[in-house]
């Protein structure tokens, strides 16, 4: 299986910071990345697909780069409603696999 | 907008098999995957397993000897079965849509989870 590191684990970020969670792959999984936000006792909501292509509805000041085994999800100014844990997610192989979650608080 | 709810019990004995459905509302069945996916606070999210519509199957290795996942396209729902629980196999299960060109990519529309206690 491909493992999938974040970090950091944890993040805390004043009001209207840039904040950048980074993702790294165990082997090249070229654009085939996605990115997820969860809120206390939600389901993950789908953020980013193919690395850099932002889901319906979700605010521009999310965007996600990076290709091969390294990537990051920016977001350009820390909104309150942003408070959420974060996971990225490869499928480039058929088992699928996630990372461990960076959880972004306010500082 | 599609709409997916599971449904099942929140206890579960040791030894025992769980037994989930995922109901799903306001869109097609055909030409998606359909997958379900467990998370636990030490191992976070899991993917458990996923089908095509048309029957074909993958399931994650660490759990494939325990799982089966089935679709009933009369009712429009889909349902997993994890045989011979363990506490540790105490999480929240999901049910969620894939989307896929060619293969199966990335989760864009989740149940809204449920939590499965295995205890005796």
């Known amino acids: 299986d491909i493992q999938m590191t974040q970090s950091p684990s944890a993040l805390s970020a004043s009001l209207g910071d840039r904040v950048t969670i980074a993702c790294r792959a165990s082997q090249d999984i070229y654009n085939s990345l996605a990115w997820y936000q969860q809120k206390p006792g939600k389901a993950p909501k789908l953020l980013i697909y193919?690395?850099?292509n932002l889901a319906t509805g979700v605010p521009s000041r999310f965007s996600g780069r990076g290709s091969g085994t390294h990537f990051t999800l920016t977001i350009t100014s820390l909104q309150p409603e942003d408070i959420a844990t974060y996971f990225c997610?490869?499928?480039?192989?058929?088992?699928?696999?996630f990372g461990g979650g960076t959880k972004v608080e306010i500082k | 907008q599609v709409q997916l709810q599971e449904s099942g019990p929140g206890l579960v004995r040791p030894s025992e098999t769980l037994s989930l459905t995922c109901t799903v509302s306001?869109?097609?069945?055909?030409?998606?995957?359909w997958g379900w996916l467990r998370q636990t606070p030490a191992k976070g999210l899991e993917w458990i397993a996923y089908?095509?519509?048309?029957?074909?199957?993958k399931y994650n290795p660490s759990l494939s000897s325990r799982v089966t996942i089935s679709i009933d396209m009369s009712t429009i729902r889909f349902s997993l079965k994890l045989t011979s629980m363990t506490p540790a196999d105490t999480a929240v299960y999901f049910c969620?849509?894939?989307?896929?060109?060619?293969?199966?990519?990335?989760?864009?529309?989740w149940g809204q989870g449920i939590m499965v206690t295995v205890s005796s």
């Open positions: 306001g869109g097609s069945i055909n030409n998606f995957y």
């Open positions: 089908m095509y519509h048309s029957g074909s199957t």
């Open positions: 193919d690395t850099s």
């Open positions: 997610q490869q499928y480039e192989k058929s088992s699928l696999t």
């Open positions: 969620a849509r894939l989307q896929s060109v060619t293969v199966p990519t990335y989760f864009d529309s």
